[in-house]
């Protein structure tokens, strides 16, 4: 990390200064002529040697690399077991580097570079005793590898102090869901399952934690990420609709995959929903896991289901849709009634971003949002009207069609679906039930 990096740097300076200074006071004068007529009366170094040191070149020099190579191994390595044994193979090293050099003539006394490696391994410890020192670890082990190798490197440079202990904030939930896993399992031999479960993951977990969301579950049937979790952001709705849309492109590309090698296609859908949530590290210290608790990670879960029912690939739920609705273009699907929170709620499909979002689909997406209003009102000519201006020639989008056969469905004195119970609302048929979803 570019924060370790430096200070590593300027450890490897200071110490190499202070052995260049040692040197040139004689401090390992004594030290040197001692090792250097002990190799000579062993038989270590040749008589024409003298036993002499071969001067303070090759001393500073092995100093300075084990200055830098310490302070930077103490520093980036997270644990302290594994920082000593750095130490000790060090020390080992240079203890037999010295000998070895002796058999071939070469005077190398080691007490400089010793001096070095305890300096700079005594300042590297200093360092990892900061809040700044110990975020590596902290980070390993509350995030692991449930965010990109950019996201992590973010949060070791950040300026800000890393803390995990607890807070409040508003972010954006992802989730995606397959919808028939258990019918693939029927159909599938054990080890294709698993190999297209493999390449969901890929195509889902890998890719949203590289477009910064923070990856809370996955499972070859389920994958949910959060976006503005790990540190808060006011765009965290935005990028996980830019995150979707890209998804909507690689899913679709997967299925062709899917497609060509077992014949079989995957049914997902992807649902986004943003809301306050308390955001911390939750178990025990054995086990432990970094999340965020809310009502959002239930209704993106149940949202998601609901794409099999409309027949779209992306929903968002209403807080989402005002965060984001000056980026992307949306289209109005069902109002859902929550019980237990007594709310009533509009859910919206994800078309495009903004800006790629032409006249041609704008006339479309008015024409659709306006046979809703027509549907609502009971007026199922006026709408069926609409919604044939809203389709795509040769296309079937889904929502479309789901409020085409609605329409029809009234028209010709058929309920279509029995009324739900449980509330005023949902008895009429103005609205949907969130936990039929």
Same mark, same amino acid.
């Given at each position: 990390?570019?924060?370790?990096?430096?200070?590593?740097?300027?450890?490897?300076?200071?110490?190499?200064?202070?052995?260049?200074?040692?040197?040139?006071?004689?401090?390992?004068?004594?030290?040197?002529?001692?090792?250097?007529?002990?190799?000579?009366?062993?038989?270590?170094?040749?008589?024409?040697?003298?036993?002499?040191?071969?001067?303070?070149?090759?001393?500073?020099?092995?100093?300075?690399?084990?200055?830098?190579?310490?302070?930077?191994?103490?520093?980036?390595?997270?644990?302290?077991?594994?920082?000593?044994?750095?130490?000790?193979?060090?020390?080992?090293?240079?203890?037999?580097?010295?000998?070895?050099?002796?058999?071939?003539?070469?005077?190398?006394?080691?007490?400089?570079?010793?001096?070095?490696?305890?300096?700079?391994?005594?300042?590297?410890?200093?360092?990892?005793?900061?809040?700044?020192?110990?975020?590596?670890?902290?980070?390993?082990?509350?995030?692991?590898?449930?965010?990109?190798?950019?996201?992590?490197?973010?949060?070791?440079?950040?300026?800000?102090?890393?803390?995990?202990?607890?807070?409040?904030?508003?972010?954006?939930v992802l989730t995606c869901r397959?919808?028939?896993?258990?019918?693939?399992?029927?159909?599938?031999?054990?080890?294709?399952?698993?190999?297209?479960?493999?390449?969901?993951?890929?195509?889902?977990?890998?890719?949203?934690?590289?477009?910064?969301?923070?990856?809370?579950?996955?499972?070859?049937?389920?994958?949910? =990420?959060?976006?503005?979790?790990?540190?808060?952001? /006011? !765009?965290?709705?935005? $990028?996980?609709?830019? #995150?979707?849309?890209?998804? %909507?492109?690689?899913?679709?590309?997967?299925?062709?995959?899917c497609e060509t090698r077992w014949?079989?296609?995957?049914?997902?859908?992807?649902?986004?929903?943003s809301g306050p949530m308390t955001?911390?590290?939750?178990?025990?210290?054995?086990?432990?896991?970094?999340?965020?608790?809310?009502?959002?990670?239930?209704?993106?879960?149940?949202?998601?289901?609901?794409?099999?029912?409309?027949?779209?690939?992306?929903?968002?739920?209403?807080?989402?849709?005002?965060?984001?609705?000056?980026?992307?273009?949306?289209?109005?699907?069902?109002?859902?009634?929550?019980?237990?929170?007594?709310?009533?709620?509009?859910?919206?499909?994800?078309?495009?971003?903004?800006?790629?979002?032409?006249?041609?689909?704008?006339?479309?997406?008015?024409?659709?949002?306006?046979? =809703?209003?027509?549907?609502?009102?009971?007026?199922? /000519? !006026?709408?069926?009207? $609409?919604?044939?201006? #809203?389709?795509?020639?040769? %296309?079937?989008?889904?929502?479309?069609?789901?409020?085409?056969?609605?329409?029809?469905?009234?028209?010709?004195?058929?309920?279509?679906?029995?009324?739900?119970?449980?509330?005023?609302?949902?008895?009429?048929?103005?609205?949907?039930?969130?936990?039929?979803?």
């Open positions: 990390m570019r924060r370790y990096l430096i200070v590593s740097l300027g450890i490897g300076l200071l110490v190499s200064f202070a052995v260049f200074t040692l040197l040139k006071l004689g401090a390992f004068g004594a030290l040197n002529e001692a090792l250097g007529s002990l190799y000579l009366r062993s038989g270590f170094a040749p008589a024409s040697t003298g036993g002499a040191p071969a001067g303070h070149g090759l001393e500073l020099a092995m100093a300075i690399a084990v200055a830098f190579a310490a302070a930077w191994c103490v520093i980036d390595i997270p644990h302290v077991g594994h920082k000593m044994l750095v130490f000790v193979v060090m020390l080992v090293v240079l203890l037999a580097l010295s000998p070895t050099l002796a058999l071939h003539g070469v005077m190398f006394a080691p007490f400089s570079s010793i001096t070095a490696a305890f300096l700079a391994t005594a300042a590297g410890f200093v360092y990892a005793g900061t809040e700044h020192g110990t975020r590596k670890r902290l980070l390993l082990d509350v995030l692991g590898t449930r965010v990109s190798g950019d996201t992590f490197r973010q949060l070791m440079n950040s300026r800000e102090p890393v803390r995990f202990n607890g807070s409040n904030r508003v972010v954006s397959v919808f028939n896993h258990a019918e693939l399992r029927d159909k599938l031999e054990p080890s294709e399952l698993v190999a297209m479960g493999n390449l969901f993951l890929r195509n889902t977990a890998d890719f949203l934690m590289r477009r910064g969301g923070y990856l809370d579950e996955s499972s070859p049937d389920l994958v949910r =990420v959060f976006f503005g979790l790990v540190q808060p952001s /006011e !765009d965290h709705a935005e $990028q996980a609709c830019r #995150a979707a849309l890209e998804l %909507r492109t690689r899913l679709r590309n997967l299925n062709e995959e014949f079989r296609k995957l049914d997902y859908g992807v649902a986004i929903s955001v911390g590290v939750y178990g025990s210290s054995r086990h432990f896991y970094f999340s965020g608790v809310g009502a959002d990670t239930d209704f993106s879960r149940r949202l998601a289901r609901a794409n099999a029912r409309y027949g779209s690939d992306i929903l968002l739920s209403a807080r989402t849709q005002q965060l984001v609705k000056d980026a992307v273009a949306v289209r109005p699907l069902e109002m859902l009634y929550d019980p237990e929170r007594n709310l009533m709620t509009e859910v919206y499909q994800l078309l495009a971003l903004g800006e790629d979002f032409d006249e041609e689909a704008k006339a479309r997406r008015d024409a659709y949002w306006q046979g =809703v209003i027509l549907y609502r009102s009971e007026k199922y /000519e !006026d709408a069926l009207a $609409q919604f044939s201006v #809203a389709q795509i020639p040769g %296309r079937e989008e889904g929502p479309v069609r789901f409020f085409i056969d609605r329409c029809q469905a009234r028209l010709a004195g058929e309920d279509g679906e029995a009324p739900e119970s449980g509330h005023e609302l949902t008895e009429r048929g103005h609205a949907r039930l969130l936990n039929r979803m």
